[in-house]
């Protein structure tokens, strides 16, 4: 029997799936219109069904706060993102450190982590992220301000509303009528 266990929640976001093992979390999900392929993904990494308890139901409920547009901290929150490399550990670590609402550039992370120059590096190991929202990829923006890529269902969409959510970004102003 497999100690990897996953629950479907749903969120003021949509439903997400958490898998965990012990007390930390090993994968994430955002929102997607096909909560049975998310339970396929989650079986594909060989996790059941389970009810979180203790730390577990404690991350749901944070994820939920977040939906709900709380601002909420999971740098606290156990992560086991597996064998990454220690590239993608520093990464990984240095993002942990962005703050809700706060923002950094592909470059600005990079330097955080000990890779100064290595932006291609860092969109790679965001596209890679198995625990997005508990390490927050989608507050990495490309130079200038422009959004950038999100691996995520709804892409690019998704992550301006998680930004927007937190505060990061602001809607944008609707255009004056000339006449």
């Not at 190991?125 to 508990?134: H, K, S």
């Amino acid at each position: 029997m497999s100690n990897l266990r996953y629950h479907l929640f749903e969120t003021a976001l949509g439903v997400i799936a958490i898998a965990w093992r012990g007390t930390a979390i090993v994968r994430l999900l955002l929102p997607q219109s096909d909560t049975a392929a998310m339970a396929r993904k989650m079986e594909a990494l060989g996790a059941i069904p389970g009810e979180p308890a203790g730390r577990i139901a404690g991350t749901v409920d944070m994820v939920r706060r977040y939906a709900d547009g709380q601002n909420v901290d999971f740098s606290g929150v156990e992560v086991a993102a597996g064998e990454v490399g220690p590239m993608r550990d520093a990464i990984y670590a240095a993002l942990r450190q962005v703050a809700h609402g706060e923002t950094l550039t592909y470059g600005e992370l990079a330097e955080r982590a000990g890779y100064k120059g290595m932006a291609r590096e860092i969109g790679e190991a965001m596209g890679r992220n198995p625990v997005p929202l508990i390490v927050p990829c989608h507050r990495i923006v490309a130079a200038g301000g422009r959004i950038g890529g999100f691996s995520a269902p709804g892409g690019s969409a998704t992550k301006q509303k998680m930004l927007r959510l937190e505060g990061a970004l602001t809607p944008p102003a609707q255009a004056a009528f000339s006449f």
